[in-house]
Antibody, heavy 119, light 107 residues
Framework: QVQLVESGGGVVQPGGSLRLSCAASGFTFSSYGMHWVRQAPGKGLEWVAFIRYDGSNKYYADSVKDRFTISRDNSKNMLYLQMNSLRAEDTAVYYC????????????WGQGTLVIVSS | DIQMTQSPSTLSASVGDRVTITCRAS??????LAWYQQKAGKAPKLLIY???SLESGVPSRFSGSGSGTEFILTISSLQPDDFATYYC?????????FGGGTKVEIK
């Protein structure tokens, strides 16, 4: 079965950096686009970034553009999110999610990793 | 950006009730809409994609309808496991956007 396991969250000071990882298993990782989605404490869901199955296309939310970078290593079945210039408003649970077979909705989700940006 | 508006934001209902949640898009998204269920402290779970297609393993009491700008999620007979928050999401164009959520509470 599909399994997505995020890691790399933690507490970081404003202006700092963090790299999140998502280990994928149970499907042919190199055939599917992947997303990052976040949820601030007590708030709704916010899409963050998308990467095409082969890494050829990437899209970002305006709120993270030029600060966050999504990437993948298909040889390791790994998805990444490099987060730079972190702000308090980036505090959230970050989920990786696999696209569906018929569209770029979020068919499978990881359990999430918490990022806290605080001094 | 396409804005997604859900109503109501909170809904109080009893076990066995028929429940409907509405999602409106600020412009046409054809049928590129998904619905998710989220329980406290857990990741969201896909219920419906392409407006009305039921995800494998999701109970048939859940159904979706609509196209263009107006969509509805229906739970035909609310079960104890269904008390949760529900989100709609458009995938017609980037940036992908979610509705604000509808919390279904016990009446």
């Amino acid at each position: 079965q599909v399994q997505l396991v995020e890691s790399g969250g933690g507490v970081v000071q404003p202006g700092g950096s963090l790299r999140l990882s998502c280990a994928a298993s149970g499907f042919t990782f190199s055939s599917y686009g992947m997303h990052w989605v976040r949820q601030a404490p007590g708030k709704g869901l916010e899409w963050v970034a998308f990467i095409r199955y082969d890494g050829s296309n990437k899209y970002y939310a305006d709120s993270v553009k030029d600060r966050f970078t999504i990437s993948r290593d298909n040889s390791k079945n790994m998805l990444y999110l490099q987060m730079n210039s972190l702000r308090a408003e980036d505090t959230a649970v970050y989920y990786c999610a696999k696209v569906g077979p018929s569209g770029e909705y979020f068919q499978h989700w990881g359990q999430g990793t918490l990022v806290i940006v605080s001094s | 950006d396409i804005q997604m508006t859900q109503s109501p934001s909170t809904l109080s209902a009893s076990v066995g009730d028929r429940v409907t949640i509405t999602c409106r898009a600020s412009q046409s998204i054809s049928s590129w809409l998904a619905w998710y269920q989220q329980k406290a402290g857990k990741a969201p779970k896909l219920l419906i994609y392409k407006a009305s297609s039921l995800e494998s393993g999701v109970p048939s009491r859940f159904s979706g309808s609509g196209s263009g700008t107006e969509f509805i999620l229906t739970i035909s007979s609310l079960q104890p496991d269904d008390f949760a928050t529900y989100y709609c999401q458009q995938y017609n164009s980037y940036p992908l956007t979610f509705g604000g959520g509808t919390k279904v509470e016990i009446k």
